[in-house]
């Protein structure tokens, strides 16, 4: 082939090359970031109390890193080359504690987690965003219900309030004037933080007592505290680094609820429990690899947890560490998940299972991002 010829193709041949090189340095970034994790001392030992036979919890870890990238404005912004799987060769070195930092008799084990096995799916990438609005204050979170069939939104506005707005559907929220339209429900007491979650018609709610914290289960139908429980942990600390103002996340997911807390016991990591949606009753916990320092949110996903890392500055959100019960998803096959550069840092994660996608607060701004699925054991 003459010179002449190879000059007219290079102009076709420079799409694949940018593509090649980009990928490489997606790489070299992941090796790097390897590089960086510093081992964690000691011997990990977790509590099993009544995991299916033969299952075990297998986590994966990543130290935060990641370069930002521009997001755009209010449409679906569809994303590129998020994701990514490494294995942290440092997981699972630590000795548990979670369970010594429960009140003395809390810790209650359940034969009914056996059915922790049934949703095989995990989460690829985010495939979609799409920024609603703006409203209120920096800090907040909105959400459905998560267990029901309501297009209700609920929106929890500030880290210490007690009046939840409640919108009939997604379009009167996004109106400008949305407040006209909002129904309001005053709480009995006010909340704290943005671990709250609406599931199956009532409100799980945290609310603080001195140095303790109550969960609080309202029905949102006649208006009525059905139950509250003061969570068994002794010396609770922000579970999240980035959110100082959030001691448990109420999570939901396909097999239930959740509580993700921290306590000075292990104050290093986070601490997964099980929780009964009606007694409100821990029926099993995990201590995890996952370190609350540069953490911005969590949720739960098919018995994963899914943590969301971030820097002081506000960079590019991550999913860095993902921790599953069942042992289901072995640490190679967790993707390295990224989020667009968008205004801030997350305030919450709500994640919807019934959806599939994510309901999130960034500095006032209203987010929904929309997760690719793939199987746990799919390569």
Partial sequence: MGPWRCLLLLPLLAPALRAQQQQFMEYVERRITLLEVQPRAGPRTRPAPRIAPGRGSQPFSMEAGGVGSGAGKFPWQLSEGWGGTEQDPSAGQQQSRCRAGLFPGSYHSSDTLSALTDCSDTIASVRAMKILKRFGSSSGLWTKDAAGS????YVFDGTANDTVYVFPRMREFTLFSATRKAARIKLPYPWVGTGHLVYDGHLYYIRQQGQSFQVIKFNLANKTVVDSSVFPAEEQIPVFGLSPSTYIEVSADEEGLWAIYATKEDEKNMCLAKLDPASLDIEQMWDTPCPRENAEGAFVVCGALH???????????????VFDVSGTLAPEDASLVYFP??????????YSPRERQIYAWDDGYQIIYRMEMKKKMEV
């Avoid at 943590?307 to 560490?321: G, I």
């Fill in 150 to 153: 309501s297009e209700k939104i």
């Fill in 307 to 321: 943590v969301v890392y971030n820097t002081r500055l506000p960079s590019r959100a991550r999913v860095q560490c």
């Fill in 341 to 350: 550069k968008r205004y801030g840092s997350h305030a919450s994660l709500k």
